[in-house]
Every structure is written in structure tokens, then in C-alpha cells.
């Protein structure tokens, strides 16, 4: 098979096939010399098994007849003519080197000192060794192996001899087989080579015409190969990033669309300040806050409101050489009669490529939510202060009057653990208030039985209810599961339970009944038929530290915090309450509870 390079591509042709061609005949030559090390190594080693045999059945003799104390060595001339090979030479050498048999040499005082010959150092080291040597005591090549048995060696030896030259030459064999497969890869790279380079050659057409935006042929055919295949490839990949190049100029106008309607303004300018792109807030906003009316985007520049965020721009944008990307957030508040206390977040980003961006967001709810936090600090310093006060005058009224009655000193310490536990009701509740606000994951997510969570309750509230001469009916039935959180469910009804023995009166009954259900809730109702609320309370009674009755309610050991808690554990499982006066009198609520909160 012959093959030329006719076209523009025929150099990388050439350059391939060389390429592949040496890669080939570097692999053939490094598994041919492998093979060949194999072959010549696993012929070396089943002669020196053979060799190892005759050792082994000589030493076996030694030890039966124990030659080598009575020195009685004639014996294995009787075993070596039982050999099948009649040229093996066998010797028998103590530890000192002292050859004491050799079946090839009839006066063996002759020979000198054999611890120094190569095989039998190997033997001493690695418990056997071989060589390939003259003998110095016949003359003749032997092809040697020796057995290191402790005390003595035992030396066998073949003449190295044509018929053992050509048992350890390798087989040529593979090597021809290795010669015909280069062959027939070589004329595979000729192939592989010739189709290769048509399709490359066809993808740098593709690439160059990509390059300089040319019309590009959808249908180009690169061939069958894996390299063809990889070519439609990247013709499809650069169809889609045409395509996607498109959805993007979609997407852009879909996000000016969007910026249109966001509710935060934004506007953004290039370096000599030419407007980009705008939305209609940044206008509102700008107007409210600078108490004019302009279209005109210049004009935005000159507002002093603005002064910071000019100088920030100009400052800054001469570091950009320095991949120096600034942004700073300026907080500004504003009064305004009409619409009450205002404030808004500036924000300014400074783009690599000098242009820059300002954006100004309405941040007075945000605010406001941090007065209602604060307020609540107050409410909550202002409820320990009281029981703190309580318990520091009650304590120090006992020191400083140590001849105090004790049935007085009884009264004051009795009052002081009212405070306390009154103050340690009030850290608890103000704790799960917050636990319920900031980390809610905190809470633990199980199966509960409503009922069973119930009787265990009315346990707990036995005393109190036969205090206050009060009965509870519960209309829930024993199998009614929630997945959700134990303590929060126990204080959704614990705390209507102890509100309704603290305030509905002596006498009163409390109902809770599971009305309704559908697949996603259940629905509950609690009520008594006691003194009941207010309707002017009914909607603040779920705010923090509010309290229809003050007076009463501090008497009574109240935080303030009990139907607080109640809303916030009804919407962390996903329901909602409501509350109503009972025109049979006393206050009923309405509250349902997702059945699986995931």
C-alpha cells in the first residue's frame, strides 16, 4: 500500500506518520527486549530446576547416610550413574571450602580452597547461585549451580556444551510475529494518517472562516473517524454559542425590562458619565431626596446629596490601574411631613473599565424593624428591672434588720422566690422568643402525639386546675400525629392552659377540641367560659410585654410573653391564629397546625 501527500495538508501528514511511526518501533523494541530478558530468564531458571533437583536428591543422601561426619562420600558415585544425565558433575564443598567429593576429579587433594568461586559466594548470600565459567580443575566450561545446605555445599554442573548453549537460547518466534505486527501497523498509520490529516485539514478550514465570521457550512463533512466525529463537535458547540450569543441579547433586554420594575433605583454610567442605563426609581428617588424635579441626568451630578458619592467616584477610578475595585455604602435619612421618617442606602461600585454604578434603596422598613428591636431591649430591661428590684429590697430588708421576727424573714424570703421564679419565667420565655426568630434550625423536627403531649400536661397542671376549681374537657383523638417540634407544640397549649387558670376566674371549664382537618392541617379550638378579654385588647394581645389588665396580670406572675410565644409557635408550624370573645363569655381561639413540617 503506497500513499502520497498531494493536497495542502500533506506536510502534517508526514509529520504524523513520523511521529506515530516512531512511537510504534520504540513499544516494539521495548516489548521485544522484554520478551527476550523473559525468555532467556525462564530457560536460566528450568535448568537450574533441573540442577536443583540433582542438589537436593545428593544432599537428601547426606543426610540419610551422614556423609558428611564418616566422610564416606563413594556412595553418591552410586547415585550419580542412577542420573538420567550422565555429564552432570556433582561436588560436595564444606563450609571452610574444602571440597571433600567431586565425581568428575579422582585426587581431590589437589584442589585448592572453592569458597571464592562466584557460584558458591551467590549461594552464601541468596542460599543458591550459578555461573557460567571454566573450570580450573578439568579445563572444560560448566555451566555451575550451587545449594548452600549450612554446613556443607552441594555443586552441580553441567559442560556448557552446544545442546546447552541451545537450550537456553530464546525462542525467535515471537520475534517474528513482533516484526509482522509492526508491519501491519505501519500500514495502519498510513491509513490512519491519510484520513486524519483530510479531517484536520477540513477543521482549520472551519476554524479560519469561524475566525473572520465567514458563512460556515452546517453540512461539512469530516468523516467517519473519532477525529471527524470531534469536528461535528465543535461545529455544533459553535452553533450553540451563536445561538446562546442571540439569547443573550434576548436575556439583556429581558433584564432592563426587569431592572424597570425593581424596586430599588439604579443607574449606570460610563467614565465620562454619559448615562447607560437607568431605571425609573433612581428618578423617584433622586427627586424625593434632593426636593426637585429633573429629567436631566447632568443635573444629578451637581445635587449636594451627592457630593460623597462624586468624590468617591473621582477618587477611586484613578486607582483602577491597580485592579483596585472600590465600593462603599453611605447611609442618608431624610424627613418628610407627609409620608413620616425616611431612609435610604446608597451604594456605589466602580467597574474595572471606569464605568460605574449607583444604586439607592428605601431601607426604612429595615430601619424601623431594628426600633422595634430596640424597644423590646427596653420592654425586656424594663421587665427585670422589676423583680431584680423586688428581690435586692427584699434580701437587703433581711440584712440590714438581723432581729427581724422569722415568720416576717419567712414572708420576705417567700416573696423574694415569687420574684425569682417570675424573673427565670421571664428569661425562658424572652429565649424561646428568640430561639423562634433568629435560629430556628436549632429546633428539632420529630413525630408528636398531641394527645399524649395533652395528659401529660394536665398532670402537670393538676394542682393549679383543682386550685382554681377548674375542669378541662380534651375532644382529641388518641391517634392524632404532628410532625414538628415537641417543646414549641407543649408551649402552644401550656400557655393557653396557664392564662386561662390565671385569668378567665375561679370555676371556669377550658374545651380543646381538633375540629377539622384536611390533608395538609389540623385545626384547633381552645376556650373557657371564664371572665374573657376585652374586645379593645383582642388585637394587641399577641404583641410582646402587652397586657389587657397590667395590674392583675404582673399580681399574677404574668411576663407579658405567653401568647407572644403561642403566635410565633403556631407560624413556625405553618399555621395561623385568631381570637374571639364568646358571646357565652370567656375568649376562644382558633389556630391550625401543618401535619408534616419537612
Known amino acids: 500500500m503506497t500513499t502520497n501527500f498531494p493536497n495542502s495538508g500533506s506536510k502534517y501528514k508526514k509529520r504524523l506518520f513520523v511521529y506515530f511511526f516512531l512511537i510504534v518501533l520504540v513499544f516494539s523494541m ?17 535448568l537450574e530446576y533441573a540442577l536443583n533437583i540433582y542438589t537436593e536428591q545428593v544432599q537428601e543422601l547426606i543426610r540419610q547416610k551422614d556423609l558428611i561426619p564418616k566422610k564416606e562420600f563413594f556412595e553418591i558415585d552410586s547415585l550419580r550413574s542412577l542420573m538420567p544425565d550422565h555429564n ?49 580443575s578439568t579445563g572444560q566450561t560448566y555451566y555451575y549451580y550451587s545449594k548452600h545446605y549450612y554446613t556443607h555445599f552441594v555443586r552441580a554442573a553441567l559442560p556448557y556444551n552446544e545442546s546447552v548453549v541451545s537450550f537456553l537460547k530464546a525462542n525467535k518466534l515471537f520475534f517474528y510475529f ?18 486524519f490529516g483530510n479531517s484536520i485539514a477540513k477543521l482549520r478550514k472551519f476554524a479560519i472562516n469561524a475566525a473572520k465570521n465567514r458563512p460556515i457550512d452546517p453540512h461539512e463533512n469530516f468523516g467517519k473517524t473519532e477525529l471527524g466525529e470531534i469536528s461535528h463537535q465543535i461545529v455544533k458547540i459553535y452553533n450553540k454559542l451563536s445561538k446562546t450569543k442571540e439569547d443573550l441579547v434576548k436575556e439583556k433586554e429581558k433584564l432592563i425590562m426587569h431592572l424597570q420594575i425593581a424596586q430599588e433605583g439604579v443607574a449606570i454610567f460610563d467614565k465620562d458619565r454619559n448615562l447607560i442605563l437607568w431605571n425609573s426609581h433612581f428618578i423617584d428617588y433622586i427627586n424625593y431626596l434632593s426636593n426637585i424635579s429633573t429629567h436631566n441626568y447632568e443635573e444629578i451630578f451637581e445635587l449636594p446629596e451627592l457630593k460623597e458619592i462624586n468624590d468617591f467616584i473621582k477618587s477611586n477610578i484613578k486607582k483602577l490601574e491597580k485592579n483596585y475595585i472600590p465600593n462603599v455604602d453611605i447611609i442618608s435619612s431624610k424627613n418628610v411631613v407627609t409620608v413620616g421618617h425616611k431612609m435610604f442606602l446608597y451604594q ?14 428605601d431601607i426604612t422598613k ?37 432581729d427581724m421576727p422569722e415568720d416576717k424573714k419567712i414572708l420576705f424570703i417567700e416573696r423574694s422566690c415569687v420574684q425569682i421564679n417570675r424573673l427565670s419565667n421571664l428569661i425562658q420565655d424572652i429565649s424561646v422568643l428568640t430561639k423562634m426568630e433568629e435560629t430556628q434550625q436549632l429546633f428539632t423536627i420529630g413525630d408528636v402525639s398531641i394527645g399524649k403531649l395533652l ?127 364568646r358571646k357565652e363569655g370567656g375568649t376562644e381561639f382558633f389556630f391550625s397546625l401543618k401535619k408534616q413540617l419537612s
Open 366 to 402: 429595615s430601619e424601623n424593624e431594628k426600633t422595634i428591636k430596640q424597644e423590646m431591649t427596653l420592654n425586656i430591661a424594663h421587665e427585670l428591672k422589676t423583680p431584680v428590684t423586688a428581690v435586692s429590697g427584699f434580701l437587703e430588708t433581711i440584712k440590714d434588720n438581723p
Open 455 to 581: 395528659n401529660e400536661m394536665l398532670d402537670d397542671f393538676e394542682l393549679k386546675l383543682e386550685h382554681a376549681k377548674m375542669d378541662i374537657q380534651l375532644h382529641i383523638p388518641e391517634d392524632l400525629n404532628i410532625k414538628g417540634n415537641s417543646e414549641l407544640l407543649d408551649s402552644v397549649f401550656r400557655n393557653l392552659i396557664d392564662n386561662s387558670i390565671k385569668y378567665a376566674g375561679e370555676g371556669a371549664s377550658i374545651v380543646v377540641e381538633n375540629y377539622f382537618e384536611d390533608n395538609n392541617y389540623h385545626y384547633f379550638s381552645y376556650h373557657d367560659n371564664g371572665i374573657g378579654i376585652s374586645e379593645d385588647h383582642l388585637p394587641r394581645i399577641f404583641e410582646r410585654f402587652y397586657r389587657a389588665d397590667n395590674g392583675r396580670s404582673r399580681k399574677m406572675g404574668g411576663t407579658g410573653l405567653g401568647l407572644s410565644i403561642v403566635k410565633n409557635a403556631v407560624g413556625f408550624h405553618k399555621g395561623r391564629i385568631f381570637v374571639k370573645a
Open 88 to 136: 552432570i558433575r556433582l561436588t560436595v564443598i564444606l563450609r571452610d571450602g574444602n571440597v571433600v567429593y567431586d565425581s568428575d576429579i579422582d585426587n581431590i587433594d589437589r584442589l585448592d580452597d572453592h569458597s571464592n568461586r562466584p557460584e558458591v559466594q551467590k549461594s552464601i548470600h541468596a542460599n543458591k547461585g550459578s555461573n557460567i565459567r571454566l573450570s580450573g
Open 30 to 46: 521495548l516489548i521485544g527486549g522484554f520478551q527476550y530478558n523473559q525468555e532467556i530468564a525462564y530457560r536460566r531458571e528450568k
Open 348 to 361: 456605589v461600585v466602580v467597574f474595572p473599565d471606569c464605568n460605574f454604578e449607583i444604586s439607592i434603596n
Open 178 to 195: 513482533l516484526i509482522a505486527l509492526f508491519g501491519v501497523t505501519i500500514l495502519f498509520l498510513l491509513y490512519a494518517t491519510e484520513h
